[in-house]
């Protein structure tokens, strides 16, 4: 649905994007970090060009995704995480979770978890 909704702007506006300029920025971006977490909302493409970002230093060191995709049809947003662990993509299978579950429903509830924990 973003492609739509920047296509829509595109026919009113001037829009310049570079998907190679994004992607080298985020990997600019893994190698200026100490540490990088990441919280995966589905999976596919996205999920994938962050994973393979953070290759380049090693892996993330923490990783949640929220997918109702299973692992079972071999997509990539069903994959769990752990089989991240052995291309690269994340450091250690302690630091990271799988949750199979509605994301409009589950994210909002681990934030405000969260947030509770932190004392804000």
């Known amino acids: 649905m973003l ?3 920047l296509w829509t702007y595109s026919r009113l506006h001037t829009l310049f994007i570079n998907p190679f300029k994004d992607f080298s920025k985020l990997v600019d971006m893994t190698y ?10 589905g999976g596919g493409m996205p999920k994938h060009h962050v994973l393979i970002a953070n290759s380049y230093r090693g892996g993330v060191d923490a990783a949640i995704q929220i ?3 299973r692992p079972e049809g071999g997509g990539a947003s ?3 995480l752990e089989e ?14 799988t949750i199979i579950g509605d994301a409009t429903v589950i994210f909002p509830l681990l934030t405000l978890a969260a947030l509770e924990r932190s004392g804000r």
């Open 32 to 41: 200026e970090s100490k540490k990088v977490g990441v919280i995966i909302l």
């Open 3 to 5: 492609g739509l909704n």
């Open 67 to 69: 997918t109702l995709d």
């Open 78 to 80: 069903g994959a769990p």
């Open 84 to 97: 991240a662990i052995s291309w690269g993509k994340i450091k250690r299978a302690n630091k990271l979770a």
